[in-house]
Each structure stands twice: as structure tokens, then as C-alpha cells.
């Protein structure tokens, strides 16, 4: 037997928490809170609870969720705080820190991650799955150079690296308590959840939904944002642009050879003086451009390095309503 919401009568005693990021998300905080907890209360035999991180939000995104903390209790509704604006990243390693729950969701709280699709995750993860993601089968609303670019995206990462990013795939998965201990286990400080969540491995399942407009106020992902996330994650995950630049070298020196024969042939031949001002500083401002993309492809990985030497802090709470353990 099962009840309405596909999930077979059971009492499970098994705790679902969501993890919901937030940056001046005030006028959301309320209604995904109700909307969620109305799909979970129809669960049978779950017990569920939210955590939110407000990711150095400048509006009143804390002061709402302390509301609802007011409301129904610090088991119900739970929350960090950070210092400042740490980015989304950050904000979900800390939840994924903190978590104590048996499945773990991660959810944006402008109600594009639909919470109907919560019990359909549960069934999955129910049946054996570690993880069961969301995957956008279509981008209706949105700007058609923004939904090339991210095609793009999918395309060339998978292409370079050893990762499998589904198509559409997005950052709405329930996983198990043992995939979301894998991924903190992962302390790097430059992160890109994505690519982290293939490279753990497990067994993850896709569910399909159509496109949603956020529930109020305006999307925080510029589109010199997506660029930089874009860039973060080829960085992070690949090597070929290191190895990219020994072809290049290869390609510039082998091209230059060539061209220095052509222009011999042709002086001894009469046909073009040796003397070319003009090319020599074509030449010269050809190598110069090579070698500074090189160089700036290597300090774009010495970067990272220094920043993952220095061991700073993935995020810093400045207040919290969870309880450390003695």
C-alpha cells in the first residue's frame, strides 16, 4: 500500500532535513518554508527539519528566519549565519557540515527547486539510490544567449574533464547521510559543487521538471557571474589548459619555423626583401600574446594553490541556533 505522495506506508523514523542557502532572500523565506512543510507533512513515518544559511545577507533574510525559529522551535527550524557573504559554495558546505539528517536535500529558497518533487526524491532514495537530483528539462524565461553559453557549459566540461555533468542538471538533489559525509570530507577552499558531487561517485538518479520563475525578488547570478562560476569550474577540475599550453608552444614554434623558410624562399628567391619590419613586429606582438596567456593560465592554478595553502576557513558563523555537542 501507499498513500498519495507515492511513498509506501512505513514508519521509518528516518529524518529529512533541507539545507536552503540564502542571500538577501527576504521575501522568500516565509513561503518556502509553508510550501515546503506542506509536501512533508503528508509524509507518513518522516520527521523533517530546515536548516538555513544566510549567506552575509544585507536585507532582513535573518530576522525572518529568526521568525519562523520563534515560531516552531529550534528542532523545527534551525540556522548559521555568516560574517559576511561567503558565496553559495560556502554556504552549502557549511550545511552540509552541519547536517544531521538521514536524507539531506539541498533546495534554493526562491521556489524554483519545486518541494513537490520531495516525495518522488524519497521514493528513489528509498529504493536504493544514494542520490536523486533535478534535472531543468526545459529554460522557459530564460535569455536565449544565457541558455546557449550554458549548453556550452555541459558540453566542454564533460568533454575535458573525467566528470559527467548532466545536462540541465541542478544544485535541487536529496542524498544520503553517507554521500553528504563524502562530500564534506572534500576540504578544498576553491569549491564547485557540481563537480564534487560527480567526483564522489555514488548512485545518483534524475527526475525531470520544467523551468520555474523564482517566487519573488531577482535572480543573484549575473551573467558575468555564471562566466566567473563557469571559468571557477574548469579550473577546478581540469588540467587541460596546462597541458593545452605545451600543444600551443608546440603549434607557435613549429608555425614559426615554417614561416621563417617561407621568408628565406622568398628573399633568396627575390621575391620579398629579408627586411620586414612589419613582420618582425607582428611576430613579436604574436609571441608576446602567447606568452602572456600562458603565464596567466599557470597563475591562475599558483593562485589556487596559495589561496588552498593559506588553510583559511571555508566560511565564518557568526551566529547560529545549533547546540555544539559536549
Known amino acids: 500500500m501507499a498513500d498519495n505522495t507515492?511513498?509506501?506506508?512505513?514508519?521509518?523514523?528516518?529524518?529529512?532535513?533541507?539545507?536552503?542557502?540564502?542571500?538577501?532572500?527576504?521575501?522568500?523565506?516565509?513561503?518556502?518554508f509553508d510550501e515546503t512543510s506542506k509536501v512533508l507533512d503528508c509524509l507518513e513515518g518522516y520527521t523533517y527539519s530546515f536548516l538555513y544559511i544566510n549567506d552575509g545577507s544585507k536585507d532582513s533574510t535573518l530576522s525572518k528566519i529568526k521568525s519562523l525559529v520563534d515560531r516552531y522551535g529550534d528542532d523545527k527550524v534551525k540556522y548559521i549565519s555568516f560574517a559576511r557573504n561567503f558565496g553559495k559554495e560556502a554556504a552549502i558546505y557549511a550545511g552540509f557540515e552541519n547536517s544531521i539528517g538521514d536524507y539531506v536535500a539541498?533546495?534554493?529558497?526562491?521556489?524554483?527547486?519545486?518541494?513537490?518533487?520531495?516525495?518522488?526524491?524519497?521514493?528513489?532514495?528509498?529504493?536504493?539510490?544514494?542520490?536523486?537530483?533535478?534535472?531543468?528539462?526545459?529554460?522557459?524565461?530564460?535569455?536565449?544567449?544565457?541558455?546557449?553559453?550554458?549548453?556550452?557549459?555541459?558540453?566542454?566540461?564533460?568533454?575535458?574533464?573525467?566528470?559527467?555533468?548532466?545536462?540541465?542538471?541542478?544544485?535541487?538533489?536529496?542524498?544520503?547521510?553517507?554521500?553528504?559525509?563524502?562530500?564534506?570530507?572534500?576540504?578544498?577552499?576553491?569549491?564547485?559543487?557540481?563537480?564534487?558531487?560527480?567526483?564522489?561517485?555514488?548512485?545518483?538518479?534524475?527526475?525531470?521538471?520544467?523551468?520555474?520563475?523564482?517566487?519573488?525578488?531577482?535572480?543573484k547570478w549575473s551573467f558575468m557571474g555564471l562566466i566567473r562560476y563557469a571559468w571557477h569550474g574548469f579550473i577546478s577540475f581540469a588540467t587541460t589548459p596546462l597541458r593545452a599550453v605545451v600543444w600551443l608552444g608546440f603549434i607557435v614554434v613549429l608555425s614559426s619555423v615554417i614561416y621563417g623558410i617561407r621568408l628565406a624562399y622568398m628573399s633568396l628567391a627575390g621575391i620579398r626583401p629579408w627586411q620586414d619590419t612589419t613582420t618582425i613586429l607582428m611576430l613579436l606582438v604574436f609571441f608576446s600574446g602567447v606568452v602572456i596567456c600562458i603565464l596567466g593560465i599557470i597563475g591562475e592554478y599558483m593562485a589556487r594553490i596559495y589561496l588552498e595553502l593559506k588553510g583559511r576557513p571555508i566560511y565564518i558563523s557568526k551566529e547560529t541556533n545549533i547546540q555544539a555537542e559536549s
Open 6 to 32: 507515492g511513498i509506501p506506508n512505513r514508519v521509518s523514523g528516518k529524518r529529512i532535513e533541507i539545507i536552503v542557502p540564502c542571500y538577501n532572500e527576504e521575501q522568500c523565506i516565509e513561503a518556502f
Open 106 to 219: 539541498l533546495m534554493d529558497a526562491d521556489l524554483q527547486h519545486p518541494p513537490t518533487l520531495l516525495p518522488q526524491m524519497i521514493e528513489k532514495i528509498e529504493g536504493g539510490h544514494d542520490c536523486c537530483g533535478a534535472r531543468r528539462i526545459s529554460r522557459k524565461g530564460e535569455p536565449v544567449i544565457r541558455s546557449f553559453f550554458s549548453k556550452a557549459f555541459y558540453r566542454i566540461i564533460n568533454n575535458i574533464t573525467a566528470m559527467n555533468l548532466v545536462q540541465g542538471g541542478s544544485d535541487y538533489r536529496m542524498m544520503t547521510k553517507q554521500m553528504v559525509k563524502a562530500i564534506v570530507s572534500l576540504s578544498e577552499r576553491e569549491r564547485f559543487i557540481k563537480g564534487i558531487m560527480s567526483w564522489v561517485g555514488f548512485d545518483t538518479v534524475w527526475i525531470s521538471y520544467e523551468n520555474v520563475e523564482r517566487y519573488a525578488g531577482t535572480t
